[in-house]
């Protein structure tokens, strides 16, 4: 079977249809690249053949090139990996170079034939660059298709020629916004921004591409960096215009990134330095500097954790066996922020959603939310009057818990008391049928206690939706002690109807997220009380990738919160409780009325808008600053083994059992440092021998807390990584 198919009409013109057999949308990888390429080459050569266009036979182009192709390179380069990438890479471009000259004599740019790519919907990618090589760009009014180059957003940047020909096209400064931040836009939009050239009715797609051919003639059958008068829109690095667009993208890029990101500043170089050069010499530049970011551990981690994890996990990689759990009516018991999110994202898929409250303006309102985010998107021309009805349509805000017969999944979102919970599931018990999934959207009540309010604590879970839950990915699905594979199955199946990334953890306190985030929060206080100034502890985590500082996270997620958690921590734990510091900063703040962002006042100062404003002043004056400041360094690892130590007790307790779980989680959940790859990728990239050794001085010069685990102490000593170990391969 081949992914790639040639056939030639009467008219000379020969159709390349890219469809891999298996799969619903088209990948390349090694084999299919070396098809693609004879290909081209036989209907080059073949003098019956008078244009060529590469189209595909799924309803979209393709979603990229499979990254297990760069592992495949790396291995089967032996002990030149970088040789095996840079071999491997140069072999795309001519592939793709052979597209582009489509047989042109080299100085007269003459005797070519025209190529044209006709796209029926997505094209990212790899899926985009082959179409950038070609000599036009045709697309499908497809409003659902995805044109753009995300690579990015994984941790590279696309190395496939995209680079510099996206440069070449529309200039440093046109191409800046697609290239370093991943934008993906819909046919109409790319062709407003010169992405491609035209768009046609989708029954219209392959005539008009053959109509092109058939018509194409002088110069629009070569590029115009390989004419002899061409000149980069906005200039090269050294033209007025072209200098002052090369200082601001280096300024822009290190704003956005802190440095932490390579590939960005791989992009930047590979750019910089291929605009002052030829188009082929360009291409090899882009090649070398992409081959440098395959071969740095950072972009391998991303790579693993934001594609590879992520799409196994979004695949159902840990699901029970269990028969197909699709949810055909969900009922939402609490129309506040929570469960009106929940009940929007629902629907949105498809699912008929009974959106219960206590009262009925309340539930209204609760329907109301979705409202509102739906005309935001037919404002902004992403969702269709008929779509925003259809899904309002499918949202009945009531009070009557009768309403909620036939449903076969229950969301509870009322309010975190254990006894507001019980009543809630024991009211909605009684109208729901007997195979009726019950879960309860919580992030620290521990759900074997609150299963004890039904009378079937096997079919009872926990959905931990993040917030806001229409913009965050992740869902932390927990397993109770009694909790059956058809609940976790169900929760998986229902997190994949909805768009989202699913880990499953066992029950225990604070389950995963939370108990990795606050050590953070909680770690930035203590330093904050120590004397560490708020300005160096705030800037050294976002130095390191984290999005947000604790301090202002803590006021995002408000001080009255954290004081909540705090005083029931202390009384679950008793003796053992050992955060006396940050409550020795917290609870006087709280009782002053210093509640964070929503009370326009906490370790920030807000405006009457309450937009910040910058630290609170009075908060060195209150905690008077060390006259001896830490290193940006020692800030950083507090900041981060407070998070991974805590990550590897999860391991090690049974919490987690599986660390891609873990890594994704934490990027998804909580924004743990994304370059890293996640806690236990970033161990792997500090060797779990050092990480050891660090952890045990920290702990010596701070405290316990940083003590390392029992499971990090014995893989040091045996020289072993976590994906060694635990990678799913190897459990196997």
Known sequence: MTDFSLQTDDQGIAVLTWDVPGRSMNVLNLDSLRELDALVAEALAD???KGIVVTSGKKDFAAGMDLAVIAAMKENAGDEPARGLMDGIMGM??????IERAGMEPKTNKGGKPIVAALPGTALGIGYEIPLACHRIIAADNPKAKIGLPEIKVGIFPGAGGTTRLVRKLGAMGASSWLLEGKTVDPQAAKAAGLIDEVVPADQLLSRAKEWVLSAVGAELSKPW???DYKMPGGTPYHPAGYMTFVGASAMVNSKTFGVYPAAKALLSAVYEGALVNFDTALRIEARWFTNILMNPSSSAMIRSLFINMQALGKGANRPEAPDQKVRKLGVLGAGMMGAGIAYVAANAGIEVVLVDAAQDAADRGKAHS???LSKGVSRRKVTEEKKAEVLARITPTTDYAALSGCDLIVEAVFEDPKVKAEVTRKVLGH???????ATNTSTLPITDLAKASDKPDQFIGIHFF???????????????????????KALDFARQI???PIVVNDARFFYANRCIIPYLNEGVRMVAEGVSPTLIENAAKLVGMPLGPLQLIDETSIDLGVKIAKATRAAMGDAYKDEAVDQVLFPMAAEGRLGRKAKAGFYAYDDKGERQGLWPDLARRFPLAQEQPSLQEVQERLLFAQVLEAVRALEEGVLTDIREGDVGAILGWGFAPWSGGPFSWLDILGTPYAAQRAEELAEAHGDRFAPPALLEEMAERGQSFYGRFSPAQAA
């Open 47 to 49: 003098p019956a053949v």
């Open 93 to 98: 471009h001519h592939a793709l170079r052979r």
């Open 226 to 228: 390989d004419r002899k």
């Open 371 to 373: 409202e509102g985010l």
């Open 432 to 438: 729901v049928g007997p195979d009726c999934i019950f």
């Open 467 to 489: 917030s806001p839950v229409d913009k965050m990915q992740l869902v932390e699905i927990i397993r109770g002690q009694e909790t059956g594979d058809r609940a976790v199955a």
């Open 499 to 501: 768009g989202k990334t």
